[in-house]
Each structure stands twice: as C-alpha cells, then as structure tokens.
C-alpha cells in the first residue's frame, strides 16, 4: 500500500502505542500537520515554545512508563529542543524526537532554517537518525521505540526533510527490530548474585542507594521485600525518591549536597552500600574520594558503563533492576540490624533536618509541609523546577505512592516545572498534579500557562516568590561574602498575570492563609496559582559544602523549634 513519509511515520506511530504528541509547527514539519486529521487517535498538543514540549514529553514519560513523542520544525525549532532532550538524557527518560529538515536537495548548503540538528544531538541522545527516503520511515520509527524504551532509556531523535514527508513508497511495518551492535542484558549473573548475597548476609551496617532505575523497572515490591526481609535502611537519590515509600519505617530520606543528616552520616559509617538503579552522581556522593570508606559497594544497573565509573565497585551486577531484585531475594535471608537501625535512629532525633524553625515570615518549608498535609490522601504528583524550591520540596513532602516525584536531576533545568507538570496532567488526566515553581523557573516558560488553559488541564501552581535566583543567592551569601550579583529578581504580579491567562489565582503572605489557599486550588476544578510570598533570604539545609565529604554536612545554624512530626521515628 502506497503512503506519504507523513502517513507512515503516523502509522508507525500508532502501531507504537503513540497517543499524544507535544509541538510546534513549522515549514518543514508542515506536510505532517496537515496529515494529522488523517489520524484522529493522535492528539496533538500545541505548546507556546520547543523546549516546553520536550519536557512535557518527558514527564508525560515518566509518569505513564510511555515513550513521549515532541515534535519541532527545521532550525531554531529543533535547536529549542536540545534542552529538552539533554534533560531526558541525563534522567534516562524514553523519548522520540522528531524534527524536521530542509528538503534533501538543499542539506549542506546552508538553506534557510537548515541547521545538523543529528550532529547537534549526538551526545544527547541513546541515537539518532536523518531519514534519507520514505521507504525507510517505518523501520526507522520501529527502532526509534524501541531504542527509546529499552535497556537505560533515553531519547532518540528522527530528523526527517521535508521531501520526504511527501515522498510515496509501500508501506511495511516490520514485526521486529534487527539491531546486531544492540545488546539489552536483564538477568543478572548468578555468580554475582551469589556474592552479592553472602555480603549482605555478613554485613552489619547495611545500607540501600535506592535510584530512579527502581522507578522505571517498576521494582518497588522487590526493594521492599529485599529491604524488610534483611531490615536494611533505605536511602534515596534525589531521583529515587518515591521509588520507597517515604513514611515506611525503613526510609531514611535522602543523601547527598541537601539530603538529611542523617542519611549522610550513615553512608559515613555503613559497611556495605547496595546501589540500585543509580549512577553515583556528584550531588549524591559529595566528595567521592570520602565517601562510604568503610563500605564493600553492590551496583545493580542495566546501563554497565555506569558501574565503576564514579564509585569503585566489590561486586557489579549488570541487569534490569527488577529482574535482579527478584533473583536475589530468593538467596537473602532474614536478619534484623537492631543497633544498626537504633543508631541510624538516634542521629535522625538528634539532627533533626525536617524541622521548620518557628517565626513571624512565611518559610517554604512550611508551605510545602501543609501542601503535604492537604493532599495526603490525594493521588498527588509533584513536579518541580531547580533550586531551592526542588530541595524543599524533595525534603519537606512525604512520597508514600510509587512514582510520585517528578524533577529534573541530571541536567537541573530551570523553567523545566511548567511544562512538565501539564505533561504529566496529561498523562494522569484523573489524579492531581502540583507544579512547584521557583520565581526564577517559572519565568523561563511562563507562556506555557497558555497551553495549561487551551488544554484544560487543571494543574495546581505553587510560586515559592522570594525576590531571588534562590540557590545561586545561596551560593554567593555561603561562598561569595554575600556579593549577591545578578540574583535580586525583580518579578510580575503573579496572581494578574495568571488572571490574564484566565486562571484564578491568589497572594499568600501569612502562615495562616497557607492551608485556606491550598483547599481552594484542590477545589478549583481547573489550573489555579498560588504567589507564595516567602522569607527572601532563607537557605536549604542541611547542606554539604563543594569539595566536602558528606561527614562535613552544614545544618541550620540558628535554633529550631519543630513543627514537623519526625516521621518514622519509633
């Protein structure tokens, strides 16, 4: 059957479970636009800028275990995209990006909006691919998906000229892919499970690194079971969180630049780190020459460029993390760590890193503490920017449901909250979404509040509006002598701005019209925004200085008072 390059990238789509796809139109791209009618099951959402729908690809992603599909035109539409993209790839999130291309007589001679979108995107992506003929569309797409989802995911990118969108040729979707150089490993070497094993029988001060490779492997019943049959602690990545539920009394937070105390004390003092599903990042071991000295290193990973690239290794395991988990739980046996566990208990009273000092100015901790309380028994999703506000708001909300946590680690976008949060309301139509925002962040894609409304998609907004480039300030007030250069942030009126985008909205300046607004937006059955107007100049602790060790973790240092129950503490 004879097609157009547009009508079979549509099919192919389709075959792939494609239902939304997040873009913009341009020249290039305009033959497939005007296929789109054609195939009504894809559903188009139209953002305000590129880099808005590269991230709510993303987190539509994250949060369906689906591919995201972002669409972009020739030149500066495809240049748009490469934040986006770069953020998918450091998160390993399974994203097809297709771009289009000036048509093949013209590539190489610098024809208008041409730009080597492929070249650009070579490091970003898991691979990429110039279409050179229709014919070639539907394999092209089959391995796109597939490269996408499979083994470490992360995006790939389709750049397709524009002759080609219109070029005839018989369509044939292949049954399957025919990758010789691509070799997925999911099962674990028994071997290595074996030792793995015998250390944690022998260790006494155990700890689990739980990693967002949990997340995407949907292992969250293995790591409990691992975790309560051996009564090990666990402690999460930034990305790990909500991977283990956070009020279990196992959870011990998160480690690393901004993590708990706590946490961090115990990465100082265990014997052995189980590493599941994550990379070692920087932010996470702080010093890495300092870091779990005392420790023998298990590192569970599909990706096996990951392991012993950071952190030196005693026993790697390269496989899928719930097929791993699954084979290892049969061979650890039941053991309790009662003075281990006592320990780790008594640093977490007597460095209490959730607590919120009491005072007359409104703080961020405590709104995101009552934004918790409200929406507890809410299927609630959290997405955040980068900065302060992403800290607080991985510290402060308590994460019970599996994947409920939506950020930007690797890359650490600003402006990455606004779309992310309708990406995932799209792809959660029937639960609640938050879109906790920085000033700053939320000025980078501010526009995107257009599509929220064109979409219908009723995302709650949370502004943490202190007047500042919040962390970078931080910085220059801990590490700078307070030389604060270019971070005083003049902003908008929020609530009008909002109001013009036909979005109800309100200003909260006082503690006690915190909880009143936040009932209000989970009663609004549309997008509704809250211009928190908070202290200017408070700090994220604990914090571990650059170049420390996480034995050199900074805490508040003026008094606290309490007014955060200290979960899991007996």
Not at 13 to 38: C, H, K, N, S
Not at 231 to 250: A, D, K, M
Not at 459 to 477: D, E, F, S, T
Request: glycine share 8%.
């Amino acid at each position: 059957m004879k097609m157009t390059g547009a009508q079979i990238l549509c099919e192919s789509m389709i075959r792939e479970g494609v239902e939304v796809i997040f873009g913009f139109p341009g020249g290039t791209v305009l033959p497939l636009y005007d296929t789109f009618p054609q195939y009504p099951q894809l559903r188009h959402i139209l953002v305000r800028h590129e880099q808005a729908a590269a991230h709510a690809a993303d987190a539509y992603a994250r949060v369906t275990g689906k591919v995201g599909v972002c669409l972009a035109t020739s030149g500066p539409g495809a240049t748009n995209l490469v934040t986006g993209i770069a953020n998918a790839y450091l998160d390993s999130v399974p994203m097809v990006a297709i771009t289009g291309q000036v048509a093949r007589s013209f590539i190489g001679k610098d024809a208008f909006q041409e730009i080597d979108i492929t070249g650009i995107t070579l490091p970003i992506t898991k691979h990429n691919y110039l279409a050179t003929d229709a014919a070639s569309m539907a394999r092209i797409t089959k391995e796109s998906f597939h490269l996408a989802r499979t083994g470490r995911p992360g995006p790939v990118l389709i750049d397709v000229p524009r002759d080609v969108f219109v070029e005839q040729a018989d369509f044939h979707y292949p049954g399957r892919v025919d990758l010789p150089g691509y070799k997925i490993i999911t099962r674990g070497h028994p071997e290595q499970i074996k030792k793995a094993a015998k250390l944690i029988s022998e260790a006494r001060q155990p700890v689990i690194l739980a990693g967002r490779g949990i997340i995407i492997s949907g292992a969250y019943e293995e790591l409990k079971q691992l975790a309560e049959t051996a009564q090990i602690p666990v402690i999460n990545t930034l990305l790990g969180i909500s991977s283990f539920p956070g009020s279990h009394v196992l959870n011990y937070g998160m480690l690393g630049m901004h993590g708990m105390a706590h946490a961090n004390m115990a990465i100082d003092n265990t014997d052995l780190v189980i590493a599941i599903g994550m990379r070692f990042d920087d932010r996470a071991t702080a010093k890495v020459s300092g870091f779990a000295t005392r420790a023998k290193v298990i590192h569970i990973d599909i990706d096996p460029a990951e392991i012993g690239k950071n952190v030196p290794v005693d026993v790697p395991i390269v496989g899928d993390v719930r097929a791993v988990l699954k084979e290892l739980n049969e061979s650890v046996a039941p053991a309790e760590h009662v003075d281990w566990i006592r320990q780790l208990d008594t640093w977490r009273r007597e460095n209490p890193s959730l607590s919120i000092r009491c005072c007359d100015e409104l703080l961020p901790q405590y709104v995101i503490n009552k934004i918790y309380e409200v929406t507890k028994s809410e299927s609630t999703t959290i997405v955040t920017g980068v900065g302060q506000h992403q800290m607080w708001a991985a510290q402060h909300y308590c994460y019970d449901r599996p994947n409920s946590f939506v950020s930007s680690g690797g890359l650490g976008t600003m402006g990455f909250e606004l779309p992310a949060a309708f990406g995932a309301q799209i792809g959660l139509p029937d639960e609640t979404v938050w879109c906790i925002a920085g000033d700053g962040g939320f000025q980078m894609t501010i526009q995107e509040l257009a599509t929220i409304v064109q979409e219908k998609t009723p995302v709650k907004i949370a502004i943490m509006n202190n007047g500042y480039l919040g962390m970078v300030r931080q910085w220059q007030a801990m590490f700078y002598s307070r030389r604060y250069v270019a971070t005083p942030l003049w902003c908008p009126d929020f609530v009008k701005i909002a109001e013009a985008y036909c979005i109800p909205a309100v200003n909260v300046k006082r503690q006690e019209e915190v909880v009143p607004a936040i009932e209000r937006a989970m009663a609004e059955p549309g997008p509704f925004l809250i211009n928190f107007v908070v202290e200017p100049e408070e700090n994220v602790y604990p914090m571990v200085p650059p170049g420390a060790c996480l034995s050199e973790t900074l805490q508040e240092p003026r008094k606290e008072v309490s007014t955060w129950p200290q979960r899991n503490i007996p």
